[in-house]
């Protein structure tokens, strides 16, 4: 195999084939999910439960209809939770099921006396067993968190849907309860008491069985999440670190975004041969790997294996974000996926840099003026610091953060200043002040990972609030210009996300449709920083280099779209602690982002 770059006519390489079949577990997961419908449908709503088979109902004792009732909504209930496991295959998903369906069968016979209803059930049971081979796909990483956000919305859910039991037998009712004595009710039913809501017949017997149902419900589903054993997300261990670098050592020119394969946060998958590497981390179901493979390219298709069998083994969704033109190429010829262009990275040349010329001036005026400020720069590689200036450096970094959620996944290393980072880059601001703040007379820092021995790429860029603007602009210049006195001939700055409509788009000629789908990138850029990204890139006059993601089919893009925007930070589903009860993270696990955030808009 050849790892030569491609012609630019194969950028975006697209497989021509027809529709996928839908998949036994795709079909079995949208047929539980409609079961578990009907089986709540039949527990809460007194009208769904018309019948032929009145006769048999003398027969039955009379507190079975209530209990077989809760039974009913508790069966449909965790049916409608199995229902994405099933679709991704899960064994456990499979297992609850083939339980579950016989119990709401039984509940639909005897509270309904519905046939169908029971027969519905024993339909998907049958194809449960018969593809039980198809449904063999390992847990997920996981962590107790899920057990406060299953009480969270569990409790939410139980609360609505307890209001809709309470409040579905008008002509049961007796007086007219007001909206707080529902809730009341709901929320002493789901403990198992008596509330102030009654009615006539046997309905207070169901109504009672279906909250108590509710609450067992919500119960026992928490319980289970924080009691049972507990598989973390993956780490990259010391070893797997140690043969990442090795090979960053041999191979780590080919790629800017390589040195980022080093989060601690990612896991790894090693080619046969041990020669590449893939890192990649699980957010939402998405194996979601990031940049190109790391080590030989020849070596590269054994790794890309490696990772679609682990996303088999799994059933999660492969994708990957940023990778570069030759690495699209491999893994859409290797695995099948498909590729399209996200963005571009800007890299500057530098015996190409110069703060002279035209295009240059607003760079050199507003360089010129921050130095008449006052401000003096320093670049310096991690290892020629001291260990308190570099305690020093990690505080102001993680004080000077533009959010609490930390960003940054494919363009990160996720620390600063970690002793096996000695080759690092950082440039730092300093002003005398009269009244030194908490961090002396620093005020800008600008983090640079290796990329190979002649190249860097920008991992982090904070400053003081309270500096003058264009500290990013002094830095990087400052960088620039030191780079010849550690052999840098090439530095990767930030990555700009669908730069190349951003610049067709503004120029004369340019068509409705490309004019249509710029104003939209500038609309979300008052949250997404893309135009300011693009912008501030640009600046420096670099040579644009396309980025891709890799998917497996249309469908799977938002989906994709999301667990990036979970993994980069943008949208964070934990619960955060408030900030002063956090830990406070060792100093060599400071975290860091890659896109300049607020500072590129300030500057």
């Given at each position: 195999?050849?790892?030569?770059?491609?012609?630019?006519?194969?950028?975006?390489?697209?497989?021509?084939?027809?529709?996928?079949?839908?998949?036994?577990?795709?079909?079995?997961?949208?047929?539980?999910?409609?079961?578990?419908?009907?089986?709540?449908?039949?527990?809460?709503?007194?009208?769904?439960?018309?019948?032929?088979?009145?006769?048999?109902?003398?027969?039955l004792p009379g507190s079975?209809?209530?209990?077989?009732?809760?039974?009913?909504?508790?069966?449909?209930?965790?049916?409608?939770?199995?229902?994405?496991?099933?679709?991704?295959?899960?064994?456990?998903?499979?297992?609850?099921?083939?339980?579950?369906?016989?119990?709401?069968?039984?509940?639909?016979?005897?509270?309904?006396?519905?046939?169908?209803?029971?027969?519905?059930?024993?339909?998907?049971?049958?194809?449960?067993?018969?593809?039980?081979?198809?449904?063999?796909?390992?847990?997920?990483?996981?962590?107790?968190?899920?057990?406060?956000?299953?009480?969270?919305?569990?409790?939410?859910?139980?609360?609505?849907?307890?209001?809709?039991?309470?409040?579905?037998?008008?002509?049961?009712?007796?007086?007219?309860?007001?909206?707080?004595?529902?809730?009341?009710?709901?929320?002493?039913?789901?403990?198992?008491?008596?509330?102030?809501?009654?009615?006539?017949?046997?309905?207070?017997?169901?109504?009672?069985?279906?909250?108590?149902?509710?609450?067992?419900?919500?119960?026992?589903?928490?319980?289970?999440?924080?009691?049972?054993?507990?598989?973390?997300?993956?780490?990259?261990?010391?070893?797997?670190?140690?043969?990442?670098?090795?090979?960053?050592?041999?191979?780590?020119?080919?790629?800017?975004?390589?040195?980022?394969?080093?989060?601690?946060?990612?896991?790894?998958?090693?080619?046969?041969?041990?020669?590449?590497?893939?890192?990649?981390?699980?957010?939402?179901?998405?194996?979601?790997?990031?940049?190109?493979?790391?080590?030989?390219?020849?070596?590269?298709?054994?790794?890309?294996?490696?990772?679609?069998?682990?996303?088999?083994?799994?059933?999660?969704?492969?994708?990957?974000?940023?990778?570069s033109e030759t690495g699209?190429?491999?893994?859409?010829?290797?695995?099948?996926?498909?590729?399209?262009?996200?963005?571009?990275?800007?890299?500057?040349?530098?015996?190409?840099?110069?703060?002279?010329?035209?295009?240059?001036?607003?760079?050199?005026?507003?360089?010129?003026?921050?130095?008449?400020?006052?401000?003096?720069?320093?670049?310096?590689?991690?290892?020629?610091?001291?260990?308190?200036?570099?305690?020093?450096?990690?505080?102001?970094?993680?004080?000077?953060?533009?959010?609490?959620?930390?960003?940054?996944?494919?363009?990160?290393?996720?620390?600063v200043g970690d002793p096996?980072?000695?080759?690092?880059?950082?440039?730092?601001?300093?002003?005398?002040?009269?009244?030194?703040?908490?961090?002396?007379?620093?005020?800008?820092?600008?983090?640079?990972?290796?990329?190979?021995?002649?190249?860097?790429?920008?991992?982090?860029?904070?400053?003081?609030?309270?500096?003058?603007?264009?500290?990013?602009?002094?830095?990087?210049?400052?960088?620039?210009?030191?780079?010849?006195?550690?052999?840098?001939?090439?530095?990767?700055?930030?990555?700009?996300?669908?730069?190349?409509?951003?610049?067709?788009?503004?120029?004369?000629?340019?068509?409705?449709?490309?004019?249509?789908?710029?104003?939209?990138?500038?609309?979300?850029?008052?949250?997404?920083?893309?135009?300011?990204?693009?912008?501030?890139?640009?600046?420096?006059?670099?040579?644009?280099?396309?980025?891709?993601?890799?998917?497996?089919?249309?469908?799977?893009?938002?989906?994709?779209?999301?667990?990036?925007?979970?993994?980069?930070?943008?949208?964070?589903?934990?619960?955060?602690?408030?900030?002063?009860?956090?830990?406070?993270?060792?100093?060599?696990?400071?975290?860091?982002?890659?896109?300049?955030?607020?500072?590129?808009?300030?500057?």
């Open positions: 195999m050849s790892g030569g770059v491609p012609n630019r006519s194969s950028r975006v390489r697209r497989l021509v084939r027809g529709p996928r079949p839908e998949s036994v577990p795709a079909l079995v997961g949208r047929a539980c999910a409609l079961v578990g419908l009907v089986d709540v449908a039949a527990g809460v709503f007194p009208r769904f439960r018309h019948s032929r088979m009145h006769t048999l109902a003398e027969v079975f209809g209530p209990f077989a009732a809760a039974l009913s909504l508790s069966a449909g209930i965790l049916l409608l939770l199995l229902a994405h496991g099933l679709k991704r295959s899960k064994r456990r998903a499979w297992r609850a099921a083939v339980v579950l369906l016989p119990a709401g069968a039984a509940a639909q016979f005897v509270y309904r006396h519905s046939v169908v209803g029971a027969l519905i059930s024993i339909a998907l049971l049958v194809p449960l067993l018969v593809h039980r081979d198809q449904f063999a796909a390992l847990p997920d990483p996981r962590s107790r968190w899920r057990a406060l956000a299953n009480f969270v919305l569990m409790g939410a859910g139980s609360l609505g849907l307890g209001l809709v039991i309470v409040s579905v037998h008008p002509n049961r009712l007796i007086g007219d309860p007001s909206l707080a004595d529902r809730l009341t009710h709901v929320l002493y039913g789901l403990f198992g008491f008596e509330g102030p809501v009654d009615y006539a017949g046997n309905t207070s017997w169901t109504v009672a069985f279906s909250l108590g149902a509710l609450g067992w419900l919500t119960a026992v589903t928490t319980i289970y999440l924080a009691l049972r054993p507990e598989h973390p997300a993956a780490r990259l261990t010391e070893e797997d670190e140690s043969r990442l670098r090795a090979l960053l050592d041999r191979h780590g020119r080919r790629d800017s975004l390589g040195h980022f394969a080093l989060r601690r946060d990612k896991a790894v998958v090693f080619s046969p041969s041990g020669k590449a590497a893939v890192t990649y981390r699980v957010v939402s179901g998405v194996m979601l790997a990031s940049g190109d493979p790391i080590g030989d390219v020849e070596a590269w298709p054994g790794a890309i294996e490696r990772f679609m069998d682990e996303a088999r083994a799994h059933s999660w969704t492969p994708a990957v974000m940023g990778c699209g190429e491999v893994w859409t010829r290797e695995t099948g996926l498909d590729a399209l262009e996200l963005g571009d990275e800007a890299v500057v040349d530098v015996a190409d840099f110069s703060l002279a010329g035209r295009a240059m001036r607003n760079v050199r005026q507003m360089v010129k003026r921050i130095e008449r400020a006052g401000y003096e720069t320093r670049v310096r590689r991690v290892r020629d610091l001291g260990e308190a200036e570099l305690d020093r450096i990690r505080r102001a970094a993680e004080d000077w953060r533009g959010t609490d959620t930390e960003r940054g996944f494919s363009m990160a290393l996720g620390r096996a980072d000695g080759d690092c880059l950082i440039a730092t601001a300093h002003k005398a002040d009269e009244i030194p703040g908490p961090y002396g007379d620093l005020k800008a820092i600008l983090h640079f990972v290796p990329w190979g021995p002649d190249g860097v790429s920008l991992d982090l860029m904070r400053r003081d609030r309270a500096a003058d603007p264009g500290m990013n602009e002094l830095l990087i210049v400052a960088a620039l210009q030191a780079a010849p006195r550690f052999a840098i001939t090439r530095v990767s700055l930030n990555f700009a996300m669908f730069r190349s409509a951003l610049a067709r788009g503004e120029k004369i000629g340019a068509g409705p449709v490309l004019r249509a789908w710029r104003g939209l990138l500038v609309f979300l850029s008052r949250w997404f920083q893309i135009e300011s990204l693009y912008k501030f890139n640009a600046k420096f006059q670099p040579r644009w280099e396309p980025r891709f993601v890799v998917y497996r089919a249309s469908g799977d893009l938002p989906r994709i779209g999301f667990a990036a925007m979970q993994a980069e930070g943008f949208v964070d589903l934990a619960l955060p602690l408030p900030r002063f009860l956090r830990r406070r993270t060792k100093p060599a696990r400071v975290c860091a982002h890659r896109p300049a955030e607020r500072d590129v808009q300030a500057a």
